[in-house]
């Protein structure tokens, strides 16, 4: 393996004092492959739809430590028809866990904040207090890639379901390196973006559940939260979301829609 370069992109408009975030890119790259990257993501944050940026932030750093290699959390979608629905689909999915009730009324509240957060929060999984050390800004998994080959076969195994875009596939990528941090319990997500209303649970127990209506149209209101075990060490955590360098060489598989009962059924077996 060459040298290896984490490539961070983030594309932003200022409206008054406050800077709006309109689209970000990530990932791990050999030191050969900056150009096209570099152009790559260049391109994605000046055709966005949320519109033009008038700040775009492309950060190249050289990764001294030997990147982790994981497998990416297996993917499945919820079948699922209503946002009551889906919050009874959350609340099932995040009990099977051992997340509790009061944690997750804590979470629902943090994720349909209006203001969302740029960051994650992250929650006492039993008590649902926040323990992330800095509430705006919260936690920012970063430093994530796919190796070559995993990134094409996990582009293939998500056409074929139908779900192969940009949104889902870095989601997925995020999720399996939070997922693999064992003091991580859970994490649940809902995009910030209005106009996206798919979100997710994600869990070394159950993969990468996809949530449709997990939101109605329209709402700016989104965010994740990490579920921290008991003993969870705070710093260390943050340092291993935000510093450390994972990359996902594996891929695990990709199910179509199904039921509550078939995802969690399944580990029951
Ligand atoms: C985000 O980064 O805005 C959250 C994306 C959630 C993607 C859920 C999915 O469609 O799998």
Same mark, same amino acid.
């Given at each position: 393996?060459?040298?290896m370069l984490s490539i961070r992109m983030r594309a932003s408009r200022q409206r008054g004092a406050e800077e709006v975030h309109i689209s970000g890119a990530e990932g791990i790259y050999e030191e050969g492959e $900056?150009?096209?990257?570099?152009?790559?993501? $260049?391109?994605?944050?000046?055709?966005?739809p949320k519109g033009e940026p008038d700040r775009i932030v492309l950060t190249v750093e050289r990764i001294r430590e030997r990147p982790r290699l994981i497998s990416s959390l297996p993917v499945a979608t919820l079948r699922c028809s209503s946002t009551e629905e889906a919050e009874g689909h959350i609340r099932?999915?995040?009990?099977?866990?051992?997340?509790s009730d009061r944690a997750a009324v804590s979470a629902f509240r943090v994720v349909r904040a209006q203001a969302a957060m740029r960051g994650a929060c992250l929650m006492d999984a039993a008590t649902g207090k926040r323990m992330e050390p800095d509430r705006k800004r919260g936690v920012r998994a970063s430093r994530i890639g796919t190796g070559r080959e995993?990134?094409? $076969?996990?582009?293939?195994?998500?056409?074929?379901r139908g779900i192969c875009t940009d949104t889902v596939r870095e989601a997925i990528i995020l999720a399996s390196k939070v997922a693999f941090w064992k003091p991580v319990e859970a994490e649940l997500c809902i995009s910030d973006d209005s106009d996206y209303t798919t979100g997710y649970v994600a869990s070394r127990r159950f993969g990468y559940i996809r949530i449709p209506h997990i939101k109605g149209k329209g709402s700016h209101a989104g965010g994740r939260v990490f579920f921290l075990g008991p003993g969870a060490d705070i710093q260390k955590t943050v340092a291993y979301l935000e510093n450390a360098p994972v990359v996902i060489g594996r891929v695990s598989g990709c199910r179509g829609e199904c039921s509550l009962h078939e995802i969690i059924g399944d580990h029951h077996r």
């Open positions: 393996m060459g040298k $900056l150009d096209r990257i570099a152009g790559k993501y $260049l391109r994605r944050a000046t055709s966005h099932a999915l995040l009990r099977e866990l051992g997340i995993a990134g094409r $076969l996990l582009s293939s195994r998500l056409s074929h």
